[in-house]
């Protein structure tokens, strides 16, 4: 037996103190608002913007007995465990769509944790579904379970009844499924230990129940890791041989992490909102393939096309007979005033956009938007207007209107995979 004093806890097995304070703050809150022992866990992660004075980072922190949730800019929060774990929920599947080598070079949204938090998930998850590992056990029976017809034939005497031999008697086999074995509790602690400290960031409750098991000898994770590797090399089915190598991989990576604090989240939330929101806004209209493209004339008087430099809407929609249609520019900005507005390159690049689309459907109607996070507008509409006498050129370069979305109704639709149908009136109306 390995003896307390001997061992090494894993930070996340049972050492956390049960979490009683939940802080909620904003991405680009300003540093000095929060308290000392978060801000130097920003600080030193690097979860800062360019300027250094604003936290640039959506997710949860969490130190001793303390949740810090950084919520994306303009959120407003309803329930706290419950925007937590959506929060966390939308974190967990953006990731999932985009760690794959196929989308690998949409990376630039820096996922922070968020591997060792898919792999607990996924532990949590299979608990819920199977229940903790069991060991089978099969043993000899008579008269009981399934009929072993050699061994009857061998070891039974059989009587004559109309012409036809019967066996009053049967050898048969039984199976019984043990749970109190040491790879049994293994993970019946890891279990209890992972959902203590992330049952109710994921889920919004806790679901572990199995409190009849007792502890492993020990719980040092050498120990763990040791036995669990030589109980795979016991096991044969799928779910057993993923599950055991499951809980290695976990222990292995906490092993590893000699990081007091654990951060779970995205430091780049703007490649978060503007996906969720291609997602979640119907009326899709799939027309990147079709606009034009940039085409350079040489010298000899040839010319050279770039596709792979062409134009890259972020949404197209429109109404089913694509009379009407909305190019939307999703804007993780804060625009409470004129200085988070978009800028110069922003206004260009829509202005174009809606021309182009314009000479593909010359007979639809048009419109343009910048949608920003947020439940109280302050921009309307953004205009061109003539220095020399102050009129606006809409006839000109268009207009693009404004709208806000709260980002918790965004990741709730997104978590759900549902659409915003209330959003087709706003961008699809007539007038």
């Known amino acids: 037996m390995i003896h307390p004093q001997n061992t090494h806890e894993l930070n996340y097995l049972g050492s956390r103190d049960k979490i009683v304070n939940v802080h909620l703050s904003h991405d680009r809150d300003y540093l000095e608002a929060l308290p000392l022992k978060i801000k130097l866990v920003i600080e030193k992660r690097g ?9 640039n980072f959506c997710g949860v922190i969490l130190i001793e007995d303390s949740i810090y949730a950084f919520f994306p800019r303009k959120t407003i929060f309803i329930n706290n465990r419950h925007n937590i774990s959506v929060l966390i929920k939308t974190i967990r599947k953006y990731h999932a769509l985009f760690s794959s080598p196929l989308t690998s070079d949409d990376d630039g949204a820096e996922m922070i944790g968020v591997d060792r938090l898919s792999l607990i998930t996924a532990l949590l998850e299979d608990y819920s579904i199977n229940g903790i590992y069991s060991e089978r056990q099969s043993y000899k029976t008579t008269n009981s379970g399934k009929p072993n017809w ?18 009053l008697d049967f050898e048969s086999q039984m199976r019984r499924y043990n749970t109190d074995s040491e790879i049994s509790k293994i993970h019946s602690y890891i279990i209890k230990s992972i959902d203590h400290n992330y049952g109710q960031l994921l889920f919004g409750k806790q679901r572990f129940n199995e409190h009849h098991i007792a502890q492993p000898i020990s719980v040092d994770d050498k120990y763990l890791i040791m036995k669990l590797k030589k109980g795979l090399s016991k096991v044969y089915s799928d779910r057993d041989i993923w599950l055991l190598r499951s809980l290695i991989e976990l222990l292995m990576k906490t092993h590893d992490d000699k990081q007091t604090d654990e951060v779970i989240g995205v430091k780049h939330f703007h490649y978060v909102w503007e996906y969720m929101l291609s997602r979640v806004i119907p009326g899709e209209l799939p027309l990147n393939s079709k606009l034009p493209i940039p085409t350079y004339k040489t010298e000899s008087g040839s010319f050279l096309d770039c596709p792979q430099k062409g134009q890259r809407t972020d949404i197209i929609i429109s109404d089913t007979h694509k009379t009407r249609i909305a190019v939307i520019d999703a804007k993780y900005y804060d625009t409470s005033n004129i200085s988070g507005a978009p800028g110069w390159p922003d206004l260009v690049k829509q202005f174009f956009y809606a021309r182009a689309v314009k000479s593909i459907f010359p007979s639809a109607i048009i419109r343009n938007y910048f949608i920003f ?4 507008p302050f921009l309307k509409s953004a205009h061109m207007k003539s220095r020399k006498n102050l009129s606006l050129l809409d006839a000109e370069y268009g207009v693009i209107e404004c709208t806000y979305l709260c980002p918790a109704k965004v990741m709730d639709a997104f978590n759900k995979n549902s659409k915003l149908y209330d959003l087709e009136e706003v961008f699809l109306r007539s007038s």
Do not use: A, E
């Not at 979860?47 to 936290?55: A, I, Q, R």
């Not at 996070?373 to 109280?376: A, E, M, N």
């Open 150 to 167: 050699s061994r009857t034939i061998n070891r039974q005497s059989p009587v004559s009844s109309g012409g036809n031999l019967v066996y």
């Open 373 to 376: 996070p947020g439940t109280k």
């Open 47 to 55: 979860l800062v913007t360019p300027s250094g004075n604003k936290v």
